[in-house]
């Protein structure tokens, strides 16, 4: 029989208070206290801070306080990323970020879901899906990305966007839940 861990790692339901699921929870939700901690006048430290949780990273990263996660090291990011203020990543599955990505302030990026009856979710069950985010992709504020989505290259997702479905390259998408609004040209 699988544990709690492996099923959450091979994307079945899985049980969420189990021991070794918490555990990875609380390491991240310490480490990320002590990134908030940091004084926004100390950015090297906010950095070194930010690649000790994070699985891996690109050159020239900035994430600004507060940062939460569910794990860190399911969180991949590029060259040239850079999140605003209060950005959250439920990293259950692995979230991989391109480079030249820019993360406006309090978004979300959600990779875990709960079941849609009530006995499933007090059984404590949740089910992950990566999310993945291509290059030179820029979230306006208030942005939300819901589990197993794609995110194309050279997309631009509006402020307040609710993002449930794949969104293909050169595309600009707004509104709950949001839809392409127009292809992007270079000009």
Same mark, same amino acid.
């Given at each position: 029989?699988?544990?709690?861990?492996?099923?959450?790692?091979?994307?079945?339901?899985?049980?969420?208070?189990?021991?070794?699921?918490?555990?990875?929870?609380?390491?991240?939700?310490?480490?990320?206290?002590?990134?908030?901690?940091?004084?926004?006048?100390?950015?090297?430290?906010?950095?070194?801070?930010?690649?000790?949780?994070?699985?891996?990273?690109?050159?020239?990263?900035?994430?600004?306080?507060?940062?939460?996660?569910?794990?860190?090291?399911?969180?991949?990011?590029?060259?040239?990323?850079?999140?605003?203020?209060?950005?959250?990543?439920?990293?259950?599955?692995? /979230?991989? @970020? &391109? $480079? =030249? #990505?820019?993360?406006?302030?309090?978004?979300?990026?959600?990779?875990?879901?709960?079941?849609? +009856?009530?006995?499933?979710?007090?059984?404590?069950?949740?089910?992950?899906?990566?999310?993945?985010?291509?290059?030179?992709?820029?979230?306006?504020?208030?942005?939300?990305?819901?589990?197993? /989505?794609? @995110? &194309? $290259? =050279? #997309?631009?997702?509006?402020?307040?966007?609710?993002?449930?479905?794949?969104?293909?390259?050169? +595309?600009?998408?707004?509104?709950?839940?949001?839809?392409?609004?127009?292809?992007?040209?270079?000009?």
């Amino acid at each position: 029989m699988s544990s709690e861990l492996e099923k959450l790692i091979a994307g079945e339901w899985y049980c969420f208070t189990d021991e070794a699921v918490a555990a990875r929870k609380a390491r991240a939700a310490k480490l990320c206290q002590e990134f908030n901690a940091i004084p926004a006048t100390q950015p090297e430290k906010q950095t070194e801070k930010v690649q000790e949780i994070f699985g891996s990273y690109g050159e020239n990263i900035s994430v600004q306080a507060n940062f939460n996660c569910d794990y860190g090291k399911n969180i991949h990011v590029g060259h040239d990323f850079l999140s605003n203020y209060n950005l959250t990543i439920l990293d259950i599955a692995p /979230v991989n @970020i &391109g $480079n =030249n #990505v820019m993360i406006g302030p309090n978004c979300g990026i959600y990779t875990v879901n709960h079941p849609m +009856t009530a006995k499933g979710r007090r059984q404590y069950l949740a089910q992950a899906k990566p999310v993945t985010i291509g290059n030179d992709v820029w979230f306006g504020g208030s942005v939300t990305v819901l589990p197993g /989505v794609t @995110i &194309g $290259n =050279n #997309v631009v997702v509006a402020a307040g966007a609710v993002v449930t479905h794949d969104v293909p390259d050169n +595309t600009l998408v707004a509104g709950v839940p949001a839809k392409a609004i127009r292809q992007l040209t270079e000009e």
